[in-house]
């Protein structure tokens, strides 16, 4: 978003998407938009720097969306990632005053909320729940949103949830956190008086294929999919909701 032309492509594609939307009478059905991760600092603390391109790039991308929408999302929501794989918000307090986001925001949106990855968000020197509640609040820079007042959304990891097993005691399925990094949050997130905390599946398919070389098979969260008109059960993706399901209960 630090790029007019990068803020005007991002415009145009949602634009785009929601104007189809319109045409077909269901533009009341989107409810808004979301700015995915900016960078990958790969758990390194954000800069206020860093936050203020994010910020000013973010008010750019609005006055296009809503010229090209005639000015539809003055009435929705927006979502936004951190800075980095994440979404880390140290900086983000000083960054908002600095550039004036919430009042910029006021005539552009109708509301906008953070919002929080789990993933790859670095590791605390002293893993002991203390430590990992620190890492939150004070690395994470969860402290600096909740002073600014905003709404949290929480994000279990880089896709729609979290890995099976996650919460499983004495498991470890991120490679790197251990058992308390979900305690932690969920103390962080009472303290700063935020009410939602959405757990779900991120879902791994068995079947993967031979040719895959990457380290994490794509997942698959869709329970059902629709061919021709009918709704058909994803069984691959049916049973690892239910192994999910079996080591979270």
């Given at each position: 978003?630090?790029?007019?032309k990068?803020?005007q492509?991002?415009a ?5 998407t929601?104007?189809q ?19 990958q600092?790969h758990?390194?603390?954000s ?30 929501l927006?979502?936004?990632?951190g800075?980095?794989?994440g979404?880390?918000f140290?900086g983000?307090k000083?960054?908002s ?10 005539t ?5 909320a953070y ?9 605390p020197?002293d ?47 991120y ?19 935020w009410?939602g905390?959405?757990i ?5 398919p ?17 329970l ?5 008109g ?5 069984e ?14």
């Open positions: 978003m630090g790029t007019t990068n803020q492509l991002f145009a594609e949602i634009a785009y929601y104007n939307f319109a045409a077909a009478g269901c533009g009341h059905m989107v409810a808004g938009c979301a700015f995915d991760e900016n960078g600092y758990g390194n603390k800069t206020k720097e860093q936050l203020n391109i994010r910020h000013r790039g973010i008010v750019g991308a609005m006055d296009y969306l809503n010229q090209m929408t005639g000015n539809a999302f003055k009435t929705k927006v979502v936004i990632s800075v980095g794989l979404a880390q140290q983000v000083a960054s005053d600095e550039t004036h986001f919430q009042e910029e925001m006021k552009r949106c109708a509301q906008y919002a929080f990855k789990m993933f790859d968000t670095g590791l020197a893993k002991s729940l203390k430590g990992w509640r620190e890492h939150y609040q004070n690395y994470c820079g969860l402290s600096e949103v909740a002073a600014l007042g905003r709404q949290m959304v929480f994000i279990g990891d880089d896709s729609e949830g979290l890995r099976m097993g996650a919460l499983t005691p004495e498991t470890n399925p490679g790197k956190p251990g058992s308390f990094f979900v305690p932690a949050l969920r103390d962080t997130f009472k303290e700063y008086g009410k905390f959405l779900g599946p991120m879902l791994v068995s079947n993967k294929p031979p040719t895959w070389t990457g380290p994490i098979w794509p997942t698959r969260t869709p059902y999919m629709s061919s021709d009918v709704m058909i059960p994803r691959g993706t049916l049973e690892a909701w239910e192994k999910w399901l079996e080591t979270t209960r």
